[in-house]
């Protein structure tokens, strides 16, 4: 047992103290030791809800050969990519160089500095799937770091090269442009799968920052072609077999691109996103299904997280499997299963209702198993029967981590949820979790933390962008300015701790500890991989303050390559349109307090780059508004005001008359 991980707090690492392997965690120690004893070190990386971490562990680091040839040649160190996100960023693209292929667990060989010299995914326990057996890659890698360091050192040197180019490639500096915009929505169109939805070929993710700017190009444009391809693939994966159909919420990503057979783990940092898209397209199209799968996620999270919700807060991911030798099990059905739950007739119908008959949804391990999606609109009984059985089996890990960005992302969908789909206790849980997040994450001195209540894992980019954008979603719904105060203290915080001369922004603190010498070589997220841009979010929050040459300073530093980047930078590109095409701004004037009909229309139509202002009679105070406002704005109650660009509208007293004004309305 490894001592040294028996206390983490990481579910991924406290399974790995009970292996035979004698992990230490990251850490100056680790380094240190390998430095002594002339080792390499052995780098894993995984998280608890990866499928092929558990398969992984069981077949190699449970076995007690494979962990004897791990404890004599090498210094073994386990990371969760969930606590150190930029660890992982990091070695997932040093091994990506070497091989051109990602994700976990991440397999790395380090020297002592923590240098990468070898490295892959997964390795299985014999030579199979056109890889070698992890045995061999162990032997190969301790033969040559004691018999050809000079290989090793070469690799290190042409990897070290590799990564400084893409460094430099990634942060080009240039001058936004609303083509560039233009450029992106063609890319989608290109790509766009016209059969079944989404963008290129199987595997396919979701891509919540492309459907927005999608959905805000639809509305701006009032194009079909547009349109189209938000509805196709928002209908895709809210009846495919990705959208869980029983429980709700969204699996990580579906292995064929009919969206039926997925990845089953369940990911905060896809849900939240994927969730504020869903809300606002049933405000736009006020479509049924939009609504029902935006409160289906609520209503997940409040079925499987409701204590830790109602203290504030949000689970980080549900685990796919129940145990390694699982494969989907608990998601999934047999026949047999289904008429033991149901009775032979109801049986029949849930067959029809939810695709069992097509060979689609066979697992691939058990062609008996099958995935539901909604093949037929779903009968409610019949749901809910299937659920109760579900809920009596063996459930997967449900990981209650608070990562601080992680958190906000979901309070954002919240917040969106309430605000465009009218769920009634969305607004609520956003709240609680926002308000723990500022309670118990944040320091004047450091900002947010990482994971709530622990220090120890540092302080990242990703974190304050993610709760500076959940606060300003919260102010524009509840018009406080103490939300409006924090959010501004956030990215204050973020440009002092994380900014370059250049003005894109780091994942890390730039004075963080570094016990390699890696993590000291910037890296600047742009992309959606796998969360939102970082520096496109804060540059989102700075227009949405206001703060525009702040705001120019880091979409300036990224411009040129973002170009290159295009559909996998859709957040920077959400930025970008917010600058180069018009704001609106609306002002609703209410009698009193109490919500008023106005205020709701404000607040339920959805339309692009728009700030909400609101204020009660007689407390009007225009100084804070664009000029254009300042004149024309009054006491008088209700009414409401609405500029697009720079010129204004007439003002409306009636929620019918603002809702056109919002839908029709373009100014210039």
């Not at 890889?131 to 032997?139: A, D, E, I, N, Y």
């Not at 002092?496 to 963080?512: H, I, P, V």
Request: aromatic share 8%; net charge negative; with cysteine.
């Amino acid at each position: 047992m490894s001592e040294t991980l028996a206390n983490a707090r990481s579910p991924f690492l406290q399974h790995g103290a009970k292996q035979p392997v004698r992990w230490m965690p990251w850490g100056e120690a680790a380094f240190e030791r390998a430095r002594r004893e002339d080792k390499p070190i052995l780098l894993d990386i995984g998280a608890v809800w990866c499928h092929w971490c558990h398969v992984m562990d069981r077949e190699s680091y449970e076995d007690a050969e494979t962990a004897a040839l791990i404890n004599e040649f090498f210094v073994p160190m386990k990371v969760d990519r969930d606590e150190r996100p930029d660890v992982d960023a990091r070695y997932q693209r040093a091994v990506q160089t070497m091989t051109g292929q990602g994700g976990w667990p991440l397999t790395a060989f380090l020297t002592p500095d923590g240098d990468t010299f070898f490295g892959g995914t997964y390795f299985p326990p014999t030579d199979q799937y056109g890889r070698p057996s992890f045995k061999r890659v162990l032997g190969e890698v301790a033969r040559i770091w004691r018999d050809d360091r000079g290989r090793a050192n070469e690799a290190v040197t042409g990897i070290r090269d590799r990564l400084q180019q893409y460094a430099a490639a990634e942060t080009q500096a240039g001058t936004t442009r609303a083509q560039m915009v233009a450029d992106t929505v063609e890319a989608l169109a290109e790509s766009f799968d016209f059969r079944h939805g989404g963008f290129g070929r199987a595997p396919k993710f979701p891509n919540p920052g492309a459907l927005a700017v999608l959905l805000d190009h639809q509305i701006d444009t009032q194009l079909d072609w547009s349109a189209r391809m938000v509805r196709e693939t928002l209908d895709a994966m809210a009846r495919g077999g990705i959208y869980d159909q029983l429980g709700g919420g969204f699996h990580r990503y579906s292995t064929d691109a009919r969206w039926l057979i997925p990845h089953f783990e369940k990911m905060a940092y896809d849900n939240g996103p994927l969730l504020e898209v869903y809300a606002r397209a049933a405000a736009v199209s006020a479509s049924p299904l939009y609504r029902e799968i935006t409160h289906g996620i609520v209503e997940h999270y409040e079925d499987i997280a409701g204590d830790l919700m109602q203290a504030g807060g949000f689970p980080a991911s549900q685990d796919a499997d129940y145990s390694p030798d699982d494969d989907g099990d608990y998601w999934t059905w047999s026949l047999e299963e289904l008429s033991a739950a149901l009775g032979n007739d109801d049986a029949a119908r849930a067959v029809k209702m939810f695709g069992v008959e097509d060979p689609g949804t066979n697992m691939h391990l058990d062609p008996n198993r099958h995935v539901l999606y909604r093949a037929h609109e779903p009968d409610a009984a019949i749901k809910a029967k299937l659920k109760k059985t579900r809920d009596r089996r063996p459930a997967p890990y449900i990981d209650s981590n608070l990562y601080s960005g992680w958190v906000a992302l979901v309070a954002s969908g919240f917040v969106a949820a309430a605000r465009y789909a009218e769920h009634p206790r969305a607004l609520g849980h956003a709240q609680r979790a926002l308000d723990r997040l500022w309670r118990e994450g944040f320091d004047e001195r450091t900002g947010l933390t990482h994971r709530i209540g622990d220090r120890s894992t540092g302080e990242f980019l990703e974190d304050h962008a993610f709760m500076a954008q959940a606060l300003l979603d919260l102010h524009d719904v509840t018009q406080d300015p103490e939300m409006m105060q924090r959010a501004q203290q956030i990215v204050d915080i973020a440009s002092k701790r994380f900014q370059d001369a250049s003005g894109a922004l780091r994942d890390r603190a730039r004075d963080a500890a570094a016990p390699a010498q890696l993590l000291n070589e910037p890296h600047y997220p742009i992309a959606d991989s796998p969360t939102p841009s970082a520096n496109g979010t804060i540059a989102l929050v700075l227009l949405r303050m206001g703060r525009i040459s702040e705001a120019d300073r880091i979409l300036n530093a990224f411009a040129a390559s973002a170009e290159r980047l295009n559909t996998a930078a859709a957040t920077y590109m959400r930025a970008v349109d917010w600058r180069t095409a018009p704001t609106t701004t609306v002002v609703v004037v209410s009698r009193d307090a109490k919500d008023d009909d106005l205020w709701r229309a404000a607040l339920r139509t959805y339309r692009p780059r728009t700030v909400l202002r609101r204020f009660i009679a007689g407390t009007v105070r225009t100084d804070t508004l664009p000029p254009e406002l300042q004149a024309m704005v009054t006491s008088d109650a209700p009414r409401a005001y609405v500029c697009a660009g720079q010129t204004c509208a007439a003002p409306v007293s009636e929620a019918a008359a603002l809702q056109r004004l919002l839908a029709e309305f373009r100014g210039t």
